[in-house]
């Protein structure tokens, strides 16, 4: 029997699995780089209007950071703006649609036991990794070649179109590609999309880093490759061999690892613990913490050192920002304080956006705990479900509190260190909790739909999608104002650039209160495991 025997089988299955996630995930991505740029296509009809938004963006560091290098922006197109406004979040986005489809079909079928089920039949060792790399691989091409198709009907140059799509698929297999060799080395699918998302963030922070400073490090970012296809720009079509090379590499790496260990384990092997138990750890309450510690530490840490990276740029932006009246008026219209105020709010919505992802993430580990079978245990002994599930909201809700308080503490160390202000850290920490409710509305959406629609509850990340896409991409969509405010984060007050308005936060807060009660009474009254 050869190592690759069942494979096909398994492609079949993987689809058949993912009939609905991937397809959404496709249609998603397409969508939100289709109507971008339909939106630019519409907003900048004259060359008058190319060159005013070329002015604002070039050499601008705070656009840098958020949208790209720029490439083609000398001689604006159409195309190239619609690469700086839209080729970042379509890379993120496949790159996410990859980590978690990987994690899926490998290291979450080792950890409940499907795997074995299926090696006990007629597959090869390497079939279901294999699988998985053709079934992402498909999935990235097909992102990639209908981007391309809807830019070329909107009437974007054909071999610009192509670049794109092939630089988004190209990014996205990079990123799968690590997320394979993650669960070769972890023993958890946790771990494995850990290690995933914490690529693709030190991959933003580099490439960010480099484009603002110049130098080689956006040369060690698969976002910075993407753009450096630069579509529209003059295609430089071997970035993209770049990119298909490393991700080979990764794959063949996932293989080799796949040899050297045995069907449920890890490379890193989890060491026992001892043989009693601390006492922290005989509570509902000590046994969440220790069930997401790593997560937190992770999240708590990104979130810090992204937040410090917009504090460092903010000195950058204020220089720049006096140099460009187009680029101070522009800041101008985001509220009443100055323009390096707005850009500091508009920089911690960013990170607030990002640490909703670890809200909604630790609520739902109320869901895997059910569905693994690990919460009947305790259920069934003399743990009420009120108290199991208080005790992972807890975790979520102070979660939430120390990554929001991560991303403004950085930013404030950040800017306090090149400024030599020290007063910043408390000023931009305040700024990033005010956005604590919006995050903590998303996270009590999820509590919902786990205690009354069980089955639903990844929802839950249908609701920062729709969050990210107001916050970043509202004002280029243009979109209606009732759309808008479906977005928690549209009834945060912009600080430090606007005043404090705690009302909004009040009926923010209230929202997330009556959504958690809801969840809460409908996990009391339901089945467990549904």
Same mark, same amino acid.
């Given at each position: 029997?050869?190592?690759?025997?069942?494979?096909?089988?398994?492609?079949?299955?993987?689809?058949?699995?993912?009939?609905?996630?991937?397809?959404?995930?496709?249609?998603?991505?397409?969508?939100?780089?289709?109507?971008?740029?339909?939106?630019?296509?519409?907003?900048?009809?004259?060359?008058?209007?190319?060159?005013?938004?070329?002015?604002?963006?070039?050499?601008?560091?705070?656009?840098?950071?958020?949208?790209?290098?720029?490439?083609?922006?000398?001689?604006?197109?159409?195309?190239?703006?619609?690469?700086?406004?839209?080729?970042?979040?379509?890379?993120?986005?496949?790159?996410?649609?990859?980590?978690?489809?990987?994690?899926?079909?490998?290291?979450?079928?080792?950890?409940?036991?499907?795997?074995?089920?299926?090696?006990?039949?007629?597959?090869?060792?390497?079939?279901?990794?294999?699988?998985?790399?053709?079934?992402?691989?498909?999935?990235?091409?097909?992102?990639?070649?209908?981007?391309?198709?809807?830019?070329?009907?909107?009437?974007?140059?054909?071999?610009?179109?192509?670049?794109?799509?092939?630089? @988004?698929?190209? %990014?996205? +297999? =990079?990123? !799968? &590609?690590? /997320?394979?060799? #993650?669960?070769?080395? $972890?023993?958890?699918?946790?771990?494995?999309?850990?290690?995933?998302?914490?690529?693709?963030?030190?991959?933003?922070?580099?490439?960010?880093?480099?484009?603002?400073?110049?130098?080689?490090?956006?040369?060690?970012?698969?976002?910075?490759?993407?753009?450096?296809?630069?579509?529209?720009?003059?295609?430089?079509?071997?970035? @993209?061999?770049? %990119?298909? +090379? =490393?991700? !080979? &590499?990764? /794959?063949?790496? #996932?293989?080799?690892? $796949?040899?050297?260990?045995?069907?449920?384990?890890?490379?890193?092997?989890?060491?026992?613990?001892?043989?009693?138990?601390?006492?922290?750890?005989?509570?509902?309450?000590?046994?969440?913490?220790?069930?997401?510690?790593?997560?937190?530490?992770?999240?708590?840490?990104?979130?810090?050192?992204?937040?410090?990276?917009?504090?460092?740029?903010?000195?950058? +932006?204020?220089?720049?920002?006096?140099?460009?009246?187009?680029?101070?008026?522009?800041?101008?219209?985001?509220?009443?304080?100055?323009?390096?105020?707005?850009?500091?709010?508009?920089?911690?919505?960013?990170?607030?956006?990002?640490?909703?992802?670890?809200?909604?993430?630790?609520?739902?580990?109320?869901?895997?705990?059910?569905?693994?079978?690990?919460?009947?245990?305790?259920?069934?002994?003399?743990?009420?479900?009120?108290?199991?599930?208080?005790?992972?909201?807890?975790?979520?809700?102070?979660?939430?509190?120390?990554?929001?308080?991560?991303?403004?503490?950085?930013?404030?160390?950040?800017?306090?260190?090149?400024?030599?202000?020290?007063?910043?850290?408390?000023?931009?920490?305040?700024?990033?909790?005010?956005?604590?409710?919006?995050?903590?509305?998303?996270?009590?959406?999820?509590?919902?739909?786990?205690?009354?629609?069980?089955?639903?509850?990844?929802?839950?990340?249908?609701?920062?999608?729709?969050?990210?896409?107001?916050?970043?991409?509202?004002?280029?969509?243009?979109?209606?104002?009732?759309?808008?405010?479906?977005?928690?984060?549209?009834?945060?007050?912009?600080?430090?650039?606007?005043?404090?308005?705690?009302?909004?936060?009040?009926?923010?807060?209230?929202?997330?209160?009556?959504?958690?009660?809801?969840?809460?009474?409908?996990?009391?009254?339901?089945?467990?495991?549904?």
């Amino acid at each position: 029997m050869s190592a690759l025997t069942g494979t096909r089988t398994l492609v079949r299955f993987a689809l058949r699995r993912d009939r609905v996630r991937l397809p959404t995930w496709i249609a998603a991505i397409t969508a939100l780089m289709a109507v971008s740029a339909a939106s630019v296509v519409g907003l900048y009809t004259t060359e008058a209007e190319l060159l005013t938004y070329s002015r604002l963006v070039q050499g601008n560091a705070a656009m840098v950071v958020q949208a790209g290098p720029g490439f083609g922006l000398d001689e604006p197109t159409t195309g190239a703006i619609v690469v700086n406004e839209a080729l970042l979040w379509g890379v993120v986005a496949v790159g996410l649609m990859g980590v978690f489809a990987v994690a899926r079909h490998t290291r979450a079928e080792e950890e409940t036991g499907r795997a074995e089920l299926l090696r006990a039949t007629v597959v090869g060792r390497d079939a279901p990794a294999a699988a998985t790399a053709v079934v992402v691989a498909l999935a990235d091409l097909a992102v990639g070649a209908l981007v391309a198709l809807a830019l070329v009907v909107l009437g974007l140059p054909v071999a610009g179109s192509i670049a794109l799509g092939a630089a @988004l698929a190209a %990014a996205g +297999a =990079v990123f !799968a &590609a690590v /997320t394979a060799v #993650a669960a070769q080395v $972890t023993t958890t699918a946790r771990g494995a999309i850990g290690i995933g998302v914490g690529a693709i963030g030190v991959s933003f922070v580099l490439r960010a880093i480099g484009d603002v400073r110049g130098g080689p490090l956006s040369w060690f970012s698969p976002i910075g490759w993407a753009h450096r296809v630069r579509p529209f720009a003059d295609e430089q079509w071997w970035v @993209l061999g770049l %990119a298909v +090379a =490393v991700a !080979a &590499a990764l /794959t063949g790496l #996932a293989f080799a690892l $796949t040899a050297r260990r045995d069907l449920g384990a890890g490379l890193l092997s989890e060491q026992p613990g001892p043989a009693e138990p601390a006492e922290w750890l005989l509570s509902p309450l000590g046994l969440a913490v220790r069930l997401q510690r790593g997560a937190l530490i992770g999240w708590v840490s990104g979130l810090a050192v992204l937040g410090a990276f917009y504090g460092v740029v903010g000195d950058e +932006a204020e220089q720049m920002i006096a140099d460009n009246p187009d680029l101070a008026d522009f800041f101008a219209q985001l509220g009443s304080g100055s323009v390096v105020d707005a850009f500091f709010a508009t920089g911690l919505l960013m990170l607030a956006l990002m640490a909703s992802g670890f809200t909604v993430s630790s609520v739902l580990r109320l869901r895997s705990e059910e569905t693994a079978g690990r919460a009947d245990p305790l259920l069934a002994g003399v743990v009420p479900r009120r108290r199991w599930m208080a005790s992972h909201l807890v975790v979520a809700l102070v979660g939430s509190l120390l990554v929001v308080g991560a991303g403004g503490v950085g930013a404030g160390a950040g800017y306090a260190i090149v400024t030599g202000d020290a007063s910043q850290v408390a000023r931009l920490l305040g700024a990033a909790l005010v956005h604590l409710p919006a995050v903590a509305v998303l996270g009590a959406l999820t509590v919902a739909l786990f205690g009354l629609i069980p089955r639903w509850a990844l929802l839950g990340w249908a609701g920062v999608a729709v969050a990210v896409v107001v916050g970043i991409f509202g004002e280029l969509l243009q979109l209606p104002d009732a759309v808008r405010a479906v977005s928690p984060f549209e009834h945060a007050p912009a600080l430090p650039a606007a005043e404090l308005d705690l009302m909004p936060l009040a009926v923010t807060a209230a929202v997330a209160l009556a959504l958690g009660a809801a969840g809460f009474l409908g996990f009391r009254a339901r089945d467990v495991d549904l």
